[in-house]
């Protein structure tokens, strides 16, 4: 058992200097059982032979990034946050006299970064007043997300109407999202745990991989974006990841899950 273990931290050790992706970063229990898993689906009994396995089999590997990324994702997730979006940010984005710059982080297969920009265009925002910058750590997942194609399910929680006005339906299960909700997004590789943050953010989103992320790693991961926000920006996290004495990391809770950058009145 404790050999096993120890193998494990060879296996992610190997994958942090090919891929530069740190396992160690992510709560082990979980990412220790998805891996072993598809470890054993490929008839590997130990790290080192799925190791090897995954470095000569495309196929292996693109099964253990989807293993080790989740892309679960869906438009409007959890609708009623979005309408925090529409009542209280949108207001006061239309009467900035700058585009609203907007991050979708860990954004998937695109659905949370059209998602808000439809919300924004819904509020009254062209999208010539916003502009939204969505990374992801897995390139695939945003390779369908320019691709811009869902099916119907992904579609379950969008109010009546928008599918309409903002998709187009290709056939019964497939619908293309249009072009007037995607020329303001713009994807980007970005690895929230190691690569450098961009500053002066309006709304960073970042929701449903903070989950996965250990302790440590979360409490790095808030300074960052705190500091990646411009003044009285907002942090909009997932519905099971509430951020607990939000001050300690300079923010004040604005909404349920939305946080405001907490910045030094003018003058001091
Ligand atoms: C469950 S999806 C969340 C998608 C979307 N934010 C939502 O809430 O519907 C988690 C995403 O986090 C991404 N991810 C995992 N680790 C990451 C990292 N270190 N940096 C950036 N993205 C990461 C995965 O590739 C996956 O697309």
């Given amino acids: ?90 207001p006061r984005y239309l009467k900035l006299s700058r585009p609203v710059r907007c991050w979708s982080a860990a954004c998937s297969t695109g659905e949370e970064p059209y998602t808000l920009a439809m919300v924004l265009m819904e509020s009254g925002l062209s999208p010539n007043r916003f502009e939204i910058l969505a990374t992801d750590i897995d390139e695939s997942a945003m390779e369908r997300a320019k691709q811009g194609i869902y099916r119907t399910a992904s579609l379950e929680h969008a109010p009546s109407g928008t599918s309409a ?22 994807f980007r590789r970005h690895n929230l745990l190691a ?29 960052k974006f705190r500091d990646a926000l411009a003044p009285g920006g907002v942090l909009f996290v997932g519905s099971t990841e509430p951020i607990f004495q939000p001050e300690r990391f300079g923010f004040r809770v604005f909404d349920t899950f939305f946080y405001e950058k907490i910045s030094p009145s003018p003058g001091r």
């Fill in 195 to 223: 690569d450098p943050y961009d500053h002066g953010f309006d709304l960073i989103v970042c929701r449903n991989v903070m989950i996965y992320f250990t302790e440590e790693a979360k409490m790095r991961i808030y300074p």
């Fill in 165 to 186: 006005k903002y998709f187009e339906q290709l056939g019964e299960d497939r619908w293309a999202i249009r072009p007037i909700v995607k020329q303001s997004v713009r």
């Fill in 1 to 90: 058992m404790e050999r096993e273990r120890d193998e494990y931290l060879w296996f992610a050790a190997q994958v942090l200097r090919w891929i530069g992706v740190d396992l160690t970063e992510y709560k082990r229990p979980q990412m220790e059982r998805r891996l072993t898993s598809l470890r054993q689906r490929w008839n590997c009994d130990n790290w080192a032979d799925f190791f090897a396995l995954i470095r000569r089999d495309p196929r292996v590997y693109q099964e253990f990034l989807d293993k080790m990324t989740i892309n679960v994702s869906e438009f409007y997730r959890n609708p009623g946050r979005w309408e925090v979006v529409g009542r209280r940010l949108a």
